[in-house]
T-cell receptor, first 116, second 113 residues
Framework: AQSVTQLDSHVSVSEGTPVLLRCNYS??????LFWYVQHPNKGLQLLLK??????LVKGINGFEAEFKKSETSFHLTKPSAHMSDAAEYFC??????????????FGKGTRLSVIA | DTEVTQTPKHLVMGMTNKKSLKCEQH?????MYWYKQKAKKPPELMFV???????INESVPSRFSPECPNSSLLNLHLHALQPEDSALYLC????????????FGPGTRLLVL
């Protein structure tokens, strides 16, 4: 079984300050982990993914995430928030097993607000 | 090009109507997906097509009928929907399976009256 817990439903930061969005996962298989962003009335855009290569993953728009197996975490960070980062962020997990890959499982989402 | 297109962008239909949602990708991906997303909720998987064959149906009511005419196209046929089916319907594609990165379309906003 696989699951994702996004620890904060809403995060508010000031423009120019760091962003931290927290994600913990549970997986019975070798996990692949993803962060997606969704702006209002838009589809999901991939920010970054972890697929058992480097544990520190760099994505688009200055975002990065670190896979920590011992903590079963995959937190998303950005050094300096921009107004355009305000959106909904989803962490997701998929697993690789002998019988094939498991479907993508999403967390409940974290709404990021950026204050001018 | 990592684009998935969906038409229409918006759709309003009555409970007795029949309509179809369309999704297209030209990335050579062999897996395509339909998701349903309610407001302030994560996407929920409905169907998965792998190599043009239905591989996953997440117990979706029969008023939703998927179709994959070829490797680039995915349709979702709608019939006798209920108001609670109003949602954003997202299409996605990936190389060949769920672990591969899924690329999402912009979605179709459906309102059932």
């Amino acid at each position: 079984a696989q699951s994702v817990t996004q620890l904060d439903s809403h995060v508010s930061v000031s423009e120019g300050t760091p962003v931290l969005l927290r994600c913990n996962y549970s997986s019975s298989y070798s996990p692949s982990l993803f962060w997606y962003v969704q702006h209002p009335n838009k589809g999901l855009q991939l920010l970054l993914k972890y697929t058992s290569a480097a544990t520190l993953v760099k994505g688009i728009n200055g975002f990065e995430a670190e896979f920590k197996k011992s903590e079963t975490s995959f937190h998303l960070t950005k050094p300096s928030a921009h107004m355009s980062d305000a959106a909904e962020y989803f962490c997701a997990v998929s697993g690789s097993r002998n019988s094939g890959n498991t479907p993508l499982v999403f967390g409940k989402g974290t709404r990021l607000s950026v204050i001018a | 090009d990592t684009e998935v297109t969906q038409t229409p962008k918006h759709l309003v239909m009555g409970m007795t109507n029949k309509k179809s949602l369309k999704c297209e990708q030209h990335m050579g991906h062999r897996a395509m997906y339909w998701y349903k997303q309610k407001a302030k909720k994560p996407p929920e998987l409905m169907f998965v097509y792998s190599y043009e064959k239905l591989s996953i149906n997440e117990s979706v009511p029969s008023r939703f009928s998927p179709e994959c005419p070829n490797s680039s196209l995915l349709n979702l046929h709608l019939h006798a929907l209920q108001p609670e089916d109003s949602a954003l319907y997202l299409c996605a594609s990936s190389q060949s399976g769920a672990v591969e990165t899924q690329y999402f379309g912009p979605g179709t906003r459906l309102l059932v009256l």
